[in-house]
């Protein structure tokens, strides 16, 4: 795989929760770098320290030493306005859950975070995940695959510099899990997006350009995957 420029550059990355006598390493000197145009799967067991860093790129939470630089941004740099700033313009998030206001149809979703407030705009999202058709539906009326889908849409509405998925089909069986993975395949073969998914499921990455396992805080590999399986050649 050709390496492009890096949109996410991780230093040193330290992070721990707790008093002195209690403390607990969630990360522990992390480097990590990631490239424009790559699918990258963290996997480790739970407490490993993978959400807490896709949280620190995110700049959802402080890190304690090291480095951040993404979306163009050092985020220890930045104030509280400056990093809402960089979420809203840089990351694009795609939670377990699915996060969806029940109040609002398909398509008003991913309008809340279209830059422009342009109807076609949302609808080619939604038509970009296989959701056309679903456009005025409620999140009540859509199945939890359609509902996340829906979620990747309103990701993809701002165009981001990149996407953090965290455990994105952990909630969904599997062939529903397969579709919502043929999104983000789409994302990555066909848009040129960058998408980074944290998961407990081995066979993601089988599908990603590179696999990154940690333990104990710990980045232990980095591997690059010389044969990229599709979602539908992959064994789910």
Partial sequence: MKKNEPV?????LCKSYGSAGSRTVALDH??????????????????CGKTTLLNMIGGMDPF???SVIAGGCELASLNDRKLTDYRRRAVGF?????NLISELTAIE??????????????????????LADKAK???????????????????????PEFFLCDEPTGSLDSETGKTVLECLEKLVRELGKTVVIVTH??????????????????????TVNDHVLSVSEAAW
Avoid: W
Avoid at 94 to 98: A, E, G, L, R
Avoid at 203 to 222: C, F, L, Q, Y
């Fill in 8 to 12: 996410i550059t991780v230093k040193g």
């Fill in 30 to 47: 992390v480097d990590l770098c990631v490239y424009r145009g790559e699918m990258v799967a963290i996997l480790g067991n739970s407490g």
């Fill in 64 to 66: 304690d030493e090291g």
């Fill in 94 to 98: 795609v939670f377990q859950s699915f």
């Fill in 109 to 130: 979703n991913v309008a809340l975070t279209a830059k422009k407030d342009d109807k076609d705009i949302s609808m080619r999202m939604l038509g970009t995940v296989g």
């Fill in 137 to 159: 539906s409620y999140p009540y009326q859509l199945s939890g695959g359609q509902q996340q889908r829906v979620s990747i849409a309103r990701a993809l509405a701002k165009d």
């Fill in 201 to 222: 499921n081995q066979e993601i990455a089988r599908i990603a350009d590179r696999t990154i396992v940690m333990k104990n805080g710990r980045i232990t590999e980095d």
